[in-house]
């Protein structure tokens, strides 16, 4: 029998799955952020450690492979500075671990990669990731990927969260101005945030320090005027609607043949929504590409990770 870890590091928590060589899940740990361009190595290094050691395990497990599937690792200095990570956490005296890995068995990646193949199950299709940030990733049976989005929050991160939240904020004040038609993200924001009048935004945007997350925070209040039907939310729905759906064409016009028939999981948050986002998505894909797919994950990342790291056995 052989195990292996899966390592599925983002920037708000790192989750760690104990895996068998017959693809059972033996054991689940968390600890915090370890997407180290934001919180430095060792930090995120540390954060790691305390994932593996949340396993909790009571025997000593030899394991034969890891894959780490971390958050702003996507260039080849980005992965010698994990691969170091992983020698240190070799080196570890309080981890009831033996380490047998070789270079091959030592698997480092981008997180939407490990999305992607816990998603569908396997290292073929599309991931749609749409939370705090964006990106649409795809992988074809020949192994050539292809990436859109995820440029961050001022270069791209289009239908993200936070672009939901500051379109709505500012269809608001467009309301409120007279340059748009009327709304109710204006009663919705003031009411929400506490406002007495929707100019006092202002404040709390640009002088309450408030970063990504918190105004990503906002975008359910856009969701759900709606869902209750809106217009200028809808508005910013169905623009985040097309962004995505022209992202994930750009995905399948350079990974699959026009009768290759492949799955696109839909992940993150904004896809729960109330406003039915997931489902226009869907409609409009599959018009476009009826050899298409759209699913839930059928699996989490750090599944993901796990499966490939059972696949460099």
């Known amino acids: 029998m ?32 370890s997407n180290y361009q934001s919180i430095g190595i060792a930090a995120a290094a540390k ?22 599937g971390l958050a702003g690792v996507g260039r080849s200095g980005d992965i010698e500075v994990v691969r170091s990570m992983v020698q240190e956490l070799q080196k570890s005296q309080f981890l009831p671990i033996t380490w047998d890995l070789q ?45 859109v989005g995820g440029w961050g929050y001022i270069l791209g991160d289009e239908g993200s969260a936070y672009k939901i939240a500051v379109t709505g904020m500012q269809a608001a004040l467009k309301s409120y101005d007279g340059r748009e038609m009327q709304t109710s993200l204006v009663e919705d924001f003031k009411q929400h945030l506490g406002l007495q009048n929707i100019e006092e935004l202002i404040e709390v945007i640009y002088r309450r ?3 990504v997350k918190e105004i990503a925070s906002l975008a359910p209040i856009v969701d759900l005027a709606a869902s209750s039907g809106d217009e200028l939310a809808n508005n ?41 986002i997931h489902e226009r998505f869907t409609t409009a894909t599959v018009n476009q590409f009826p050899q298409v797919k759209v699913i839930f994950p059928r699996y989490e990342p750090a599944y993901g990770a796990g499966l490939l790291a059972l696949q460099s056995l």
């Open 103 to 147: 270079p091959a068995n030592i698997i480092i990646c981008h997180d939407a990669l490990i999305a992607l193949v816990g998603g569908v199950g396997h290292d073929v299709g599309i991931v749609v990731a749409a939370g705090t940030g964006s990106i649409i990733f795809g992988r074809n049976q020949q192994g050539k990927t292809k990436r």
């Open 209 to 211: 320090g408030w970063g």
């Open 47 to 68: 954060a790691i450690h305390f994932a593996i050691e949340a396993l909790k395990l009571t025997n000593t497990i030899k394991i034969s492979a890891i894959c780490l």
């Open 236 to 276: 910013v729905i169905d623009d985040a609607v097309e962004e995505f759906v022209i992202a994930t064409s750009t995905v399948i016009d350079a990974l699959f043949s026009s009768n290759s028939s492949c799955e696109i999981v839909i992940t993150g948050s904004v896809w729960r929504g109330k406003s039915q």
């Open 2 to 33: 052989s195990y292996v870890l899966g390592i599925d590091g983002g920037g708000s928590k790192t989750v760690c799955i104990l895996m068998d060589d017959s693809r059972q899940v033996l054991g689940r740990g968390e600890a915090g952020a």
